[in-house]
């Protein structure tokens, strides 16, 4: 209700800078209205964006850190292994790490997950609110915790790979063959460049 009054201020105040200079609407209670209507909805797609832009926000703060020491080496199965929070069940982990890092759309995720993108929007709506309320921590996990999140982690990187709707001329956000070589060895890429 805040929101609504909040746009329906924001109309007047737009309408007494505007109607002066280019004189009165065809039905000036019709544009307040629309006008009303567009803050809203604007403030509502700020806000839908805003979860994604914080954890997009954290995971770049998260780089500038000292890379920290752990059984998982690859810096990117380390964020991936982090969002795959065991707190959430295994379809709200994976749909939301492959939003949040594998780069997917929600209708690809939706696609993949065979169910329409509403209900997919939803599920990741959920998965951050819990993340939220619940203060989940964002931290790599210890290594006694990777076999809870191996299933998820496993997913992700598939899906990434074999998402329905990317063409052939996609860039995954993994490598391959970097992928496979870190999942089956976790320290290799560390050995290899020393």
Partial sequence: MDIAEDAVQEAFTAATHRWPSNGLPPSPAGWIITTARNRVIDHLRREASRDDRHAQAALIH???EPIEEGPVRDERLRLIFTCCHPALGRPAQV????????????????RAFLVPEP?????????????????????????????????????????IFNSPSRGPGHRPALSAPRSARALSDPGGDQRRSQ
């Fill in 62 to 64: 998260a780089r500038d």
């Fill in 95 to 110: 749909a939301l790490t492959l939003r949040l890092l594998g780069g997917l759309t929600t209708a690809e995720i939706a």
């Fill in 119 to 159: 209900t997919m929007a939803q599920r990741l709506v959920r998965a951050k609110s819990k993340i939220r309320d619940a203060n989940i921590p964002y931290r790599v996990p210890r290594e006694a915790e990777l076999p809870d999140r191996l299933r998820a982690v496993l997913a992700v990187v598939y899906l």
